[in-house]
């Protein structure tokens, strides 16, 4: 990123900011001392994590917005503009899923899914792009998964939406590319996480769902984004999960599919029952401040020694070509 900000703080916008990953984000991007502003449907979250925003030295505007609304998510980019100043970083995270297999999810269903997931995407990206666009410089990044490589069971609407962003941002970085437009465009696929969305997505499924694991805390994932927004790298895989899923599929895709189709259900379900009267908000937000965490604690893990390894290949390439030249120079002197 271009480091021509002057004495102004960087403005960062954030949608899906009211919990999970993009909680997490907004406190790391907090650290940071930028203004954010805090895209989301859930107002209880939006104002608690304006609040932690403000606590941590940065400053933030909430902005209740449904991303599926295009006008929506161009009022907010305006006000962001207004009241922050010109946008530098974007972080298009708002998602949202239904579990279940494909037969027993309606059209409706599916169509939202699709209209956060994807079209919030591409609606953040548009409004985002024709302002950075102008002022030749930003970055966007795309909060994606190792399901826009590999699809699994009981999520075919969510797998659909995540391929579908990983084929529009390509399609979009060539354009500016031919363009010359110094605007960057990468996407971050992530692990499972331990977030709030199981206790609230809509489900289909006759037990609890839980995301696959091994299952990474928000932070990891929130590290990544924010680490990612700064450096110029193309796309970044999240955890050796992800990117075993992600290099498996390339080279043998149908034993993806037979090892999903055995494993793939009873990895997405716990062993209690789904509850009464269990929350939904796939069409309107629940009530309620959630966080950034939601009820794996206990099994998530708080770090990955493959995001830190992928965020020092370049350092770790120079070492092994040392240790390399090193050995072969042993080599050499023990013939002599």
């Not at 650290?31 to 954010?36: K, N, P």
């Not at 161009?74 to 708002?94: C, H, K, M, S, Y």
């Not at 493959?306 to 050995?327: D, E, I, S, V």
Request: hydrophobic share 45%.
């Amino acid at each position: 990123m271009q480091n021509n900000r002057d004495q102004r703080k960087e403005v960062v916008v954030i949608t899906g900011a009211s919990a999970g990953v993009g909680r997490a984000t907004v406190q790391a991007f907090a650290r940071r001392g930028v203004s954010i502003g805090l895209l989301a449907r859930g107002e209880d979250g939006l104002n608690a994590a304006a609040r932690e925003v403000e606590e941590l030295g940065g400053r933030a505007i909430a902005l209740p917005t449904d991303v599926a609304d295009h006008e929506q998510v161009e009022r907010a980019a305006a006000a962001v503009e207004r009241e922050l100043g010109p946008i530098d970083i974007w972080v298009n995270n708002a998602m949202t899923s239904v579990f279940g297999p494909f037969l027993s999810l309606t059209p409706e269903e599916y169509r939202r899914v699709n209209e956060v997931t994807y079209l919030g995407c591409v609606y953040g990206t548009h409004s985002a792009l024709k302002r950075m666009a102008k002022r030749n410089r930003g970055v966007i990044v795309q909060v994606g998964s190792a399901l826009a490589y590999r699809g699994i069971p009981l999520q075919s609407a969510y797998c659909g939406a995540k391929h579908a962003i990983q084929g529009f941002t390509e399609s979009v970085r060539s354009e500016l590319m031919h363009d010359g437009i110094d605007v960057h465009l990468t996407m971050v696929q992530l692990p499972a996480i331990n977030t709030p969305q199981f206790r609230w997505c809509r489900s289909h499924l006759p037990k609890s769902p839980q995301p696959v694991p091994p299952i990474f805390q928000p932070e990891v994932a929130a590290d990544a984004i924010v680490w990612a927004a700064y450096h110029r790298r193309r796309e970044i895989a999240v955890g050796f999960p992800a990117a075993k899923a992600i290099i498996g599929n390339k080279f043998a895709p149908g034993l993806g599919d037979w090892y999903l189709a055995r494993n793939g259900y009873e990895s997405q379900m716990t062993d209690e029952p789904v509850a009464d009267g269990r929350p939904v908000n796939l069409w309107n937000p629940v009530p309620g401040d959630f966080g950034a965490h939601g009820s794996f604690d206990d099994r998530a893990q708080s770090s990955s020694w493959q995001l830190w390894a992928n965020k020092h290949r370049g350092a770790l390439a120079l070492a092994a070509l040392a240790g390399a030249g090193f050995l072969a120079a042993a080599a050499i002197a023990a013939e002599e």
